[in-house]
């Protein structure tokens, strides 16, 4: 018995090539980097900033908050962010923004970011945390976190602040 030979036919092109149209609206959803900075969680002393923990508990308590709800709640706020309905998010501003660019600089290094750059305090529905980042808006929203206020200290508050927090000297470093 002989086999046949089947001619092999011409593979198909698809009937429509898929396009994003440039008429997208940017999106309400947020997306958040963290492989752009990857430094982002690492802890710091300038002046009266200090973002070290009292212990390996407080950094647990911490961590798990930011993962738990901080970061969902960044990614369900969309819009409000930017509309001023979302609380505890704000932009910078004044020496706030300064030494905020103070503190990135000795996270990441001196080059990088420009000092016209917009930075953003994105806060919880509760608690003292705050994660400082910036934007991009382009198709969609991107947020990328560049360090953490653990102790509401860019905007220190009575109710959120601790006495003892410059005493703090467990980083994240030490988290084994």
């Given at each position: 018995m002989g086999k046949k030979k089947r001619k092999v036919?011409?593979?198909?092109?698809?009937?429509?090539?898929?396009?994003?149209?440039?008429?997208?609206?940017l999106r309400d959803i947020i997306y958040i980097d963290f492989n752009k900075y990857p430094k982002w969680t690492s802890s710091v002393k300038i002046g009266d900033f200090n973002n070290h923990f009292r212990d390996s508990n407080q950094a647990l308590k911490h961590f798990f908050f930011i993962v738990d709800?901080?970061?969902p709640s960044i990614e369900d706020y969309g819009v409000d962010i930017f509309s001023?309905?979302?609380?505890?998010?704000?932009?910078l501003s004044g020496k706030q923004q300064k030494l905020a660019l103070k503190i990135i600089s000795e996270i990441h290094g001196d080059k990088i970011l420009d000092k016209e750059v917009e930075l953003w305090q994105i806060g919880g529905k509760t608690k003292e945390i705050r994660v400082i980042g910036t934007f991009v808006n382009d198709l969609i929203r991107i947020f990328y976190p560049l360090f953490i206020d653990h102790h509401h200290l860019l905007y220190p508050s009575q109710k959120y602040n601790q006495n003892d927090y410059r005493k703090f000297?467990?980083?994240t470093e030490d988290i084994k």
């Open positions: 036919g011409k593979p198909s092109q698809p009937k429509r090539n898929v396009s994003i149209g440039q008429e997208s609206e709800q901080l970061i001023g309905k979302a609380k505890h998010c704000h932009k000297t467990f980083s």
